[in-house]
């Protein structure tokens, strides 16, 4: 269970790391040596992105991955072969991240039978709220699979608690408003909100959203379990090749 | 989330957690304008003392002739403050705005059309204003451009995905989970998470409440069939919203584009080429592939130029209370030209195409029918594509000159 996988390897690690990648970009070849480096270099889970084309809590830098991807010829199929190689090549749990319509088109049932059958543990899906996934939610249940939840800043303490309620493997907390890849302000102000989100909900805590350096990893210890790196990986990737993203995962923990 | 807004399987609210705050302030504030008496008043003397309202409704006798069918009506919402139904939508809107208390509002536009409407009622209003453009539109939409500038506006060229309205649509939408706080995002169209498709339609209603008084005391009778074209959806909405209780046959018309078989329009209802998904924060008939990735679109007309449409106009379709149809470009151009010619009225592209259809099917109809062509903008901001279309060496002679001007 992705829960207990959590808590367990939290008695080892002062925080635990996930970071994301869009499947096929910028190749699937690249791609799986991302992977290949990062759980190398110690990273204990990993959101593998099926890009849509219309990636709307997505900002500048994972929006053009998606984009890119597709334009490469990633497909819904491929990003599903993909995800089978790498979760039997590696022992770390992978989720799927992706948006509504890619899992609508697919037929929730049959997306999470795959997600099942391949092992992959659970799904981050920004645009499908619990109000929207009444078949969705019904689906991931009956294969005991990790509906991943985000909780924001300006969500109430009532919607915290009710969102928990979906909830399941850990909580996604956004760090601030905005989308993906921008600068975050580190302060007391996302102490206090963590917080709140800690009050609404007895699973693990992971902060993503403007998460780049050390740092911002260093400071999230003893707040939250997991501190997770989106767009980071993408930029240094863009810049020095699959080959930067080990010692990049090594420079931050 | 109070209410998710469904039409049929169409509509829902498919926020990310970021806006749900955001979405239900903006659906209390809506519902109470809509439970206040005196909101409509201000709404409607704010529109016929700042806009045109009642915009008339104008009997096109020549073209009546022409076809020698049914009587035609155009409803002339051209003839609004910045020449388009958009203004409906925006002044309703910027009421809104005022009381929610917000000082910045941002939109998308197409055309043009609705981002000039949205530049020109932050000024009046006082507001901050971004517009977001895909950078396709941005160049076959100059002189918007130009105008929403000299407005006070901010126009930003979105330079990802198809760089056309949908485009616009998701920066607008990024812009907005940022800065939730400080302002509204006006959308332009019947379309997107709840409230906005019921919203908009709203708003957009003023012109089917005028059309139906105003055919009826002209003839006497209600129309046979009325006419809108169909991008979003809003004017189509405004306008059939005046006849959902009425024996009426509703038409809207699509972008045909180069056809409907050459895959390049951006027809959904009318194709069989769209099919149903979630984008955009709601679920409606997008034109995309089978993973759900949504397709390029193609119409002159950049107002039409989009992959969804809105909910309500979907559930229409399916229960057949409404009929779709398409008009290609070669169409519309011919609409446009017959129309200016015969009535000295200059529809915009989008506009043409309902033009377009009601020319196919008025001489079928008898001369005891009466049918209304929504005329939802003017046409003199698409100078540069009907130039373009129509070919005028003069125009291009002009335009030369003019960048030689530049040059020296």
């Known amino acids: ?253 | 989330m109070k209410n998710r807004g469904y039409y049929g399987d169409y509509g829902g609210a498919f926020l990310p957690e970021i806006l749900v705050a955001t979405f239900d302030e903006l659906e209390t504030a809506f519902e109470k304008i809509k439970n206040d008496p005196d909101f409509w008043k201000e709404y409607e003397t704010l529109m016929s003392t700042y806009s045109c309202r009642a915009t008339p409704l104008t009997f096109a006798q020549n073209l009546t002739r022409e076809f020698g069918g049914a009587k035609i009506y155009i409803k002339r919402e051209d003839l609004n403050h910045t020449g388009a139904h958009k203004a409906n939508n925006v002044m309703g809107q910027g009421l809104l705005v005022k009381r929610m208390g917000k000082k910045r509002v941002i939109a998308e536009t197409g055309a043009g059309q609705h981002g000039v409407a949205t530049a020109t009622m932050a000024a009046k209003f006082g507001f901050d204003c971004t517009i977001y453009m895909g950078e396709v539109d941005v160049l076959r939409q100059r002189p918007n451009v130009f105008w929403m500038e000299q407005l006070g506006a901010t126009v930003v060229p979105v330079t990802d995905g198809t760089r056309i309205l949908k485009d616009a649509i998701n920066e607008a939408f990024r812009d907005w989970v940022t800065h939730m706080d400080t302002t509204h995002y006006v959308l332009g169209t019947a379309c997107g998470p709840h409230p906005f498709p019921e919203m908009v339609s709203y708003f957009q209603s003023i012109i089917g409440k005028e059309a139906r008084q105003q055919i009826l005391a002209a003839e006497g009778k209600l129309p046979k069939r009325v006419y809108a074209c169909v991008g979003g959806g809003s004017n189509a909405m405004g306008l059939f919203s005046g006849f959902f209780n009425d024996p009426v046959e509703l038409v809207g018309v699509e972008a045909g584009g180069k056809g409907l078989d050459s895959g390049m329009h951006a027809s959904r209802l009318k194709s069989k080429d769209a099919s149903c998904g979630i984008a955009q924060g709601y679920k409606t008939y997008f034109l995309q592939d089978s993973d759900g990735q949504m397709k390029e679109t193609s119409s002159i007309s950049a107002g039409l130029d989009y992959v969804g449409v809105s909910p309500i106009l979907s559930a229409m379709h399916d229960k057949g209370t409404a009929r779709f149809e398409s008009a290609t470009d070669e169409e519309v151009i011919a609409a446009l030209k017959l129309t200016m010619k015969k009535e000295g009225i200059i529809p915009a592209l989008e506009s043409a195409h309902a033009f377009a259809q009601a020319f196919k099917e008025a001489p079928t109809l008898s001369r005891q029918d009466v049918i209304i062509i929504n005329q939802s903008g003017r046409g003199d901001k698409d100078i540069f594509t009907v130039a373009d279309a129509v070919d005028d060496p003069k125009w291009k002679e002009f335009i030369i000159k003019k960048a030689k001007e530049y040059h020296a």
């Open chain 1, 1 to 253: 269970m992705l829960e207990s996988y959590i808590k367990q390897r939290r008695k080892e690690k002062d925080i635990l790391l996930m970071t994301h990648i869009v499947m096929g970009y910028p190749s699937f070849e690249d791609s799986y040596e991302i992977v290949r480096q990062m759980v190398a270099a110690g990273v204990d889970l990993m959101e593998l992105q099926i890009p849509f084309s219309e990636p709307m809590a997505d900002g500048p830098v994972i929006l053009k991955a998606n984009q890119k991807a597709l334009e490469n010829g990633s497909t819904v199929q491929k990003c599903l072969d993909f995800a089978q190689k790498v979760t039997t090549d590696f022992a770390i749990p992978f989720l799927f991240m992706s948006y509504a319509n890619i899992l609508y088109k697919y037929g929730m049932e049959n997306f999470s039978d795959q997600m099942a059958k391949m092992n992959i543990k659970g799904a981050i899906v920004p645009d499908l709220p619990p109000e929207e996934g009444a078949d969705y939610l019904k689906a991931m249940n009956r294969n005991h699979l990790c509906p991943i939840y985000i909780f924001s800043p300006q969500t109430s303490d009532q919607r915290l608690s009710y969102l928990s309620s979906f909830a399941k493997g850990f909580v996604y907390c956004v760090a601030r408003k905005g989308v993906t890849g921008k600068q975050t302000a580190f302060s007391a102000d996302l102490s206090a909100y963590l917080v709140r989100c800690k009050k609404a909900t007895s699973l693990p805590l992971a902060v993503g959203f403007g998460v780049r350096e050390k740092a911002d990893v260093d400071y999230l210890k003893g707040k939250a379990d997991i501190a997770v790196i989106g767009s980071q990986t993408i930029r240094i990737v863009d810049e020095k090749g699959a080959g930067a993203a080990g010692d990049f995962i090594r420079s931050i923990l």
